[in-house]
C-alpha cells in the first residue's frame, strides 16, 4: 500500500489559501508499482494500453474469466483534459476492481503522473474561463472509447467478446473532463454520466476540444446524471450548482465533500471518498443494485446522512 504523506497535504493547502488562481490536489499516495493489481472489489484491476486504440488507456480486471457477469463499459475524460491515461489510477483502478472495463483518454504517462494534481491557473469559484492553450485531447475521443469497447465485444478473437455489456454505458470525466463527458452524455448510448468536479461555465466552455457548450447543451443529457466535487473552495462548485439547477428533464443528484478542493480524493488509495461514491453510483445505475442505490435515493440516503457530504436530488427514482 502507498505511504500516506501529510506534510504534502500541509504544503498544497496553504498553496491553495495563497492563491485563489491555483486548485491544487493533494498528494496522497505514491505512484503504484508498473505491475500492480490495485482496487478494493472482487476483481483486482490492471491497467494497459488499449489494443489498438493507442490514444486510450485500459482499466480491466486481471482475470476475465473470475467475472461471471458482462462488463459496463466506463469512457473517462481526464483533468485538465490531459493526454494521461493514468492520472487517475487509483480511481480508476477501484472501479475497474468492481467488474467494469473503464478506457481513459489519453495512453499511459510516466508514473510521475499517477496521482491527480492540478497546477494550471484555474478561474474564481465561479467566474469565466481563463485564456488556456488547446486541449491536449478532445470529448471526441469518449465516444471513441465507446466504439472500441462495442467493436470489440462483437469481434471474435477479442479477449472481450462478448464479455461486455454494450447496453449499460456511462461516460465520465473530471474538471475539462468533465465539460468533455457533458458534451458525449448526448450520444444515445450512454446509460448514465457522472461529472466530477466540473459544470459549464455561464456563457460558453470551448475548452473540452469539442464544440463550444452553453448551457442549453445540458438538454441532450438523456439519462441519468449525478453532479460530485468539492465544496465551496472547488473552482467547479458554482457551475456544478447551476448545472444541477437547470436540469429538469432526467434524473439527477448532486453531492459536494466538505473541507474538499478541487482535487477531491482520487489519489488516495482506492480513490477515497470519490472511489466508493463512484462504485456505489454505476452498481445502481448500470447493474440494477438496490443496496449501491441507497447511498443516494430518499431522505435518509447514505450520504444524505454523511456528515461530511451536502446531497441535492433531482426525479430520482
Request: net charge neutral; with cysteine.
Given at each position: ?15 491553495a ?16 508499482p508498473?505491475?500492480?493489481?490495485l482496487g ?12 489498438g ?13 473470475a ?6 463499459i466506463i469512457?473517462?475524460?481526464?483533468g485538465?483534459?490531459?493526454?494521461d ?24 504517462g ?10 494550471a491557473p ?19 475521443q469518449?465516444?471513441?472509447?465507446i466504439d472500441?469497447?462495442?467493436?470489440e465485444?462483437d ?7 462478448h464479455?461486455?455489456?454494450t447496453?449499460?454505458?456511462a ?6 473532463g ?12 450512454v ?17 473540452a476540444?469539442?464544440?463550444t ?6 438538454q441532450l443529457?438523456?439519462?441519468p ?18 448545472d ?7 434524473p439527477a443528484?448532486?453531492?459536494y ?6 482535487g477531491?480524493?482520487?489519489?488516495e488509495?482506492d ?5 466508493k ?5 454505476l452498481?445502481?445505475r ?6 449501491a442505490?441507497?447511498?443516494?435515493l430518499?431522505s ?7 456528515p ?8 430520482l427514482d
Amino acid at each position: 500500500m502507498a505511504r500516506l504523506k501529510p506534510s504534502l497535504l500541509v504544503a498544497a493547502a496553504l498553496m491553495a489559501a495563497s492563491s485563489p488562481l491555483s486548485a491544487l490536489a493533494q498528494y496522497l499516495t505514491e505512484p503504484a508499482p508498473k505491475s500492480a493489481a490495485l482496487g478494493s472489489g472482487p476483481y483486482k484491476a490492471v491497467m494497459e494500453p488499449a489494443p489498438g486504440l493507442a490514444t486510450h488507456t485500459l482499466y480491466r480486471p486481471a482475470d476475465l474469466g473470475a467475472v461471471s457477469s458482462k462488463l459496463p463499459i466506463i469512457a473517462w475524460g481526464e483533468g485538465a483534459c490531459a493526454n494521461d491515461g493514468n492520472r487517475f489510477r487509483w480511481f480508476l483502478s477501484e472501479i475497474a476492481s468492481h467488474g467494469y472495463l473503464v478506457l481513459a483518454v489519453g495512453p499511459i504517462g510516466s508514473p510521475d503522473k499517477e496521482i491527480w494534481r492540478e497546477t494550471a491557473p484555474q478561474p474564481p469559484v465561479g467566474g469565466p474561463p481563463l485564456k488556456l492553450p488547446p486541449p491536449a485531447t478532445h470529448s471526441s475521443q469518449l465516444v471513441d472509447a465507446i466504439d472500441w469497447a462495442v467493436a470489440e465485444n462483437d469481434r471474435a478473437g477479442s479477449p472481450y467478446f462478448h464479455r461486455l455489456d454494450t447496453r449499460k454505458v456511462a461516460v465520465m470525466g473530471m474538471s475539462c473532463g468533465g465539460a468533455q463527458a457533458i458534451e458525449a452524455s448526448a450520444d444515445p448510448r450512454v446509460s448514465t454520466s457522472v461529472i466530477w468536479n466540473s459544470g459549464l461555465f455561464p456563457g460558453e466552455t470551448t475548452m473540452a476540444g469539442g464544440k463550444t457548450l452553453t448551457k442549453k447543451d445540458l438538454q441532450l443529457i438523456h439519462a441519468p446524471v449525478a453532479y460530485v466535487s468539492g465544496d465551496e473552495s472547488d473552482v467547479a462548485f458554482v457551475n456544478a450548482n447551476d448545472d444541477f439547477q437547470r436540469l429538469d428533464r432526467v434524473p439527477a443528484f448532486r453531492a459536494y465533500r466538505k473541507l474538499t478542493g478541487h482535487g477531491g480524493t482520487y489519489g488516495e488509495v482506492d480513490g477515497g471518498d470519490f472511489g466508493k461514491v463512484g462504485v456505489a453510483w454505476l452498481d445502481w445505475r448500470l447493474k440494477g443494485d438496490a443496496g449501491a442505490g441507497r447511498m443516494f435515493l430518499g431522505s435518509a440516503c447514505g450520504l444524505c446522512t454523511n456528515p461530511r457530504w451536502v446531497v441535492k436530488q433531482k426525479n430520482l427514482d
